[in-house]
């Protein structure tokens, strides 16, 4: 008790560091710009650490059989299901690579992110925390040269292939992320759930769908996939749980077409996923204890504790459905479909959890083995989304082909498996190890591969006087580079300048790169021209360098930027237009863009949707503001017009853009009703300056944005600001080369 307290009270503490409330609960529409610095080095006990030499060096022979021997290894604290693993660690895997969604690629097995809330605690994600510390011993034998989220695709696999299923391949060098992601947008309605009660309100519908099933207009919003908050993709039960398989097939296709898999992909995966395993509902929901993170102290990050029996083995609850889909739940083979369609089956209610299930009508219908008891057969089982196959025409028809054709089934739920389970992983370099499938696949977006020289430094010093020989303004050659390079994302690696696709449908197409196609034309011309073999990949990031280094000479700064050949052209047969066409921009910031169309189909302001590029670009604050500050001087608008050039010296890499917006010279004045659009007017004279946006304005009205822009306005500026600006172009030019760069 300090001295001159009251010992009764005196010393109460009512908060802590990140007590609540903090800032954003205090402002909560803030831009939360911190953001960008999540999971960033200093949380990651592994910064320094090489995994890929770790990986490559481990006997993945050696590895799988120990899994394998692992997972028919029944163990005291959550016995197997049939004696055996297999399963439950199946929808392990696919509840970790599921979460992707193809609209900013974010989600997926990449970075293990099961492991971390929200998605650690999602309803649809029960149970899964004793799958992964069942396998916590293998990780742990196996130590930092195997990361979580490579173990859990790899146990997915090993899984798999002891009940018979021929696997396509495995590809390691996943990165497992170190804190939980507090920013991505999994849509409304998360979640009151430290009251078990509200686990029905968790999965219901929220505001994310416009219309009804079956409505013209029915549509989910971007850049969600999964059709209810915290599952996976969507409702076993139907949507709103109305048991209705119809309503239950539109949801599939739009939520598996949202992780990129067609028609026939989805069946595969649904089809094959649940020819293994069986369902848990043997306690009804609101007697189950709250999920891991909000789970007490003493479950030790477990959660969902089950007060029945033992918990586990013939008492698990973990969706509310009871019941296996086939009579061989550990065994690869066509049962599911053959009974799917081999019967007719009728709703019901599950007696103790109330959830809707199906079983066969027809009473000779083989029966299943229990999961626990010894000598008990149970009905079959499906869900309303298994139901949503037989009733839904096309699923229908490629159902009735795999039924026909054991193999086709086969072989095509395994290229969709290894699909699933690596598409978020990026170009295939990225793939380490001895299973990497030999072929490639469209959706990894293939480069041709290039295994020629690297260009010599005078046969870079040739092209760049041949760039600026062709008569190509800094402000284009700069626009062009930045546009190759702008279309990459971290979030799932696709994207970038490598590839030359800005010279391809769909990208040259879009209005985005409108001043692009003419720069192209004129690089095509040097490369024709060269006595060097180069790339027109290349050539444009050469033009970048070009561009940049003159501006700055202009500003009175030398510097090289750095380059690195070796980039490669892709064709039009390795280029999926529609999987391209994801990556078209909404809103980009650092052109100056927003679709006409943005205002009336979002409900973010365009700077949050430039925040998110800077994301999914892996930018810094420091390096965004730089980045915006030079483009802006160096004239990359997309239409060339001035909004936010706050310069007379266009092409000239000045620190005019930060001395306006940190400037009380100025006074900043909407233009119009929803306040896109800014004058910019002298404040003694009143007369307009500049035009602005709010992507101009964002970096002196945001605070955390404006220290930075105060930094590179000061009178010590000017320097910095050149090397910065070359430092993060370079970054963005280099971001996509997986062929030179580790990580
Ligand atoms: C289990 C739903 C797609 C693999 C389950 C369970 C549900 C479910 C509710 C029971 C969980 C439990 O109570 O233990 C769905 C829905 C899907 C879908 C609605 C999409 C329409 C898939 C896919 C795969 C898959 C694509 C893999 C390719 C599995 C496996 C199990 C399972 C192996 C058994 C787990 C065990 O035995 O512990 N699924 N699933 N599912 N699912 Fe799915």
């Not at 990361?147 to 146990?155: N, Y």
């Not at 848990?280 to 477990?302: F, S, T």
């Not at 980009?588 to 590029?613: Q, T």
């Not at 070359?726 to 030179?740: H, K, L, N, P, S």
Request: a negative charge; one cysteine or more.
């Amino acid at each position: 008790v300090l001295e001159g307290t009251c010992p009764f009270g005196g010393n109460t503490i009512g908060g802590a560091y990140t007590s609540k409330p903090t800032l954003s609960d205090w402002y909560p529409d803030r831009l939360r710009v911190e953001q960008l610095h999540r999971d960033g080095p200093a949380a990651n006990p592994l910064r320094d650490f090489d995994y890929e030499a770790a990986f490559t060096a481990i006997d993945l022979d050696e590895l799988k059989a120990e899994i394998k021997q692992f997972l028919t290894t029944s163990v005291d604290w959550w016995p197997s299901d049939y004696g055996n693993y297999g399963p439950q660690m199946i929808r392990m895997a696919w509840h970790a690579a599921g979460t992707y969604r193809i609209a900013d690629g974010r989600g997926g097995a990449g970075q293990a992110l099961q492991r971390f809330a929200p998605i650690n605690s999602w309803w649809d994600n029960g149970n899964t925390d004793k799958s992964r510390r069942l396998i916590w011993p293998i990780k742990k034998k196996y130590g930092s040269s195997l990361s979580w989220a490579d173990l859990m695709i790899l146990t997915g696999n090993c899984a798999l292939e002891i009940m018979g299923f021929p696997t396509t391949g495995f590809g390691g060098g996943r990165r497992d992320s170190w804190e939980a992601d507090d920013a991505t947008y999994w849509g409304a309605e998360w979640i009151e759930n430290s009251n078990p009660e509200s686990f029905d309100a968790m999965v219901m519908r929220s505001d994310r769908w416009t219309g009804e099933p079956g409505d013209a207009d029915y549509e989910l919003q971007q850049p969600l996939a999964a059709s209810h908050q915290a599952l996976i993709y969507v409702n076993p039960e139907g949507p709103n749980e109305n048991g209705n398989p119809g309503d239950s097939a539109v949801d599939i296709r739009i939520t598996f077409g949202r992780m990129a898999m067609n028609d026939m992909e989805t069946v595969a995966l649904i089809a094959g996923g649940h020819a293994f395993g069986k369902s848990h509902g043997k306690v009804a929901a609101d007697k189950i204890g709250a999920p891991p993170e909000i789970a007490p102290m003493e479950a030790m990050g477990l959660g969902w504790k089950n007060p029945e029996g033992p918990g586990f083995a013939e008492y698990t609850m973990t969706n509310g459905i009871e019941g296996a889909w086939t009579p061989n739940p550990t065994q690869w083979d066509n049962s599911y479909l053959e009974n799917l369609f081999g019967f007719e089956w009728e709703k019901f209610h599950n007696p103790i959890t109330g959830a809707t299930q199906w079983k066969p009508i027809d009473p000779t219908a083989p029966k299943t083995p229990d999961a626990h008891i010894e000598g008990q057969m149970n009905d079959l089982m499906m869900m309303t989304s298994d139901i949503a196959l037989k009733v839904d025409p096309v699923y229908r028809d490629i159902c009735e082909q795999f039924l026909a054709d054991f193999d086709l089934f086969t072989r095509e739920f395994s290229k969709a498996w290894y699909k699933l389970t690596h598409r978020d992983m990026g170009p295939k370099s990225r793939y380490l190890g001895p299973e990497v499938a030999a072929e490639d696949f469209i959706w990894q977006d293939p480069l041709p591969s290039y295994d020629g020289p690297r260009l010599a430094d005078a046969e870079v010093s040739t092209l760049k006087q041949a760039i600026l020989a062709a008569g190509v303004s800094v402000s284009d050659l700069a626009y062009t580079a930045f546009s190759a390079a702008v279309t990459y994302r971290d979030s799932d690696k696709r994207g970038g300048a490598n590839g030359g696709r800005l010279a391809l449908a769909p990208q040259k197409d879009w209005k985005v790169n409108a001043r692009t196609g003419e720069v192209i034309s004129a690089l095509k011309q040097v490369q024709a021209t060269s006595a060097a073999q180069v790339s027109l990949a290349d050539l444009i990031v050469l033009g970048g360098c070009v561009a940049v280094e003159q501006a700055a000479q202009a500003a009175g700064v030398t510097v090289a930027v750095p380059f690195t050949s070796g980039r490669v052209d892709a064709t039009d047969e390795q280029t999926d237009v529609a999987q391209f066409e994801w990556l078209a921009p909404v809103v980009d910031g650092f052109r100056n863009f927003v679709l006409p169309e943005f205002s009336s189909i979002s409900r973010v302001a365009p700077e949050e949707m430039f925040m998110d590029k800077a994301a999914l670009l892996g930018l810094s604050a420091p390096q965004w503001v730089a980045l915006t500050g030079g483009l802006r001087v160096l004239g990359c608008n997309h239409d060339g017009s001035s909004t936010g050039i706050f310069t007379d010296r266009v092409g000239v890499l000045s620190t005019d853009f930060f001395e306006t917006v940190t400037s009380m010279d100025y006074e900043w004045a909407k233009v119009d009703d929803e306040g896109l659009s800014f004058a910019i007017n002298d404040r003694a004279t009143g007369s307009k300056v500049y035009d602005a946006s709010r992507n101009d304005l964002l970096f002196g009205s945001n605070q955390q944005l404006r220290a930075v822009a105060e930094v590179y306005a000061g009178s010590d500026g000017q320097e910095r600001f050149v090397h910065d600006f070359v430092e993060v172009w370079d970054a963005i030019m280099m971001a996509d080369r997986y062929d030179v760069k580790k990580g």
